[in-house]
């Protein structure tokens, strides 16, 4: 496995509380990418062809709980989110990791300097990480 897996992906975490409907994305300063920011070259892009053990949603997630102390069991990741992205030095695959517990766990991603927020407070956001949000949304709420 690639021990950079996190260079070439990122994971948006979000909390969705069925009883209120309340979605709510970890947010890092001025992003919803974990573990960093997209590239600003970076481009949307179909999903390659060729995407290899290095995009796997699974290895992805075990990285980043990993990397963050963060508790696998209570991270979910959606399969039906797909993006993808690309710069220079080739493809991003963002993935979708939900918290499952009842409570959005704002203590676990506050050593991250992250705090979750709803989508209305997402003003300022980048044009592309906005699309993304908009895109988890759709998925989550049942929209198009």
Request: glycine residues 6%; contains cysteine.
């Amino acid at each position: 496995m690639n021990t950079n897996i996190l260079d070439r992906n990122r994971v948006i975490l979000c909390h969705f509380d069925s009883y209120s409907c309340a979605l709510l994305f970890a947010r890092y300063g001025d992003s919803v990418l974990a573990p960093a920011p997209l590239p600003e070259a970076a481009s949307d892009m179909p999903t390659p062809s060729d995407a290899g053990a290095q995009h796997t949603s699974a290895a992805v997630l075990d990285a980043l709980a990993a990397r963050y102390a963060l508790d696998p069991a209570q991270l979910k990741i959606d399969d039906d989110f797909q993006a993808w992205l690309s710069d220079d030095s080739g493809p991003i695959r963002i993935h979708l990791a939900r918290f499952i517990g009842l409570d959005a766990p704002h203590a676990a991603i506050e050593p991250l300097g992250g705090v979750f927020k709803p989508i209305s407070q997402m003003r300022g956001m980048p044009v592309s990480e906005l699309n993304l949000m908009r895109q988890v949304f759709n998925l989550i709420m049942g929209g198009s």
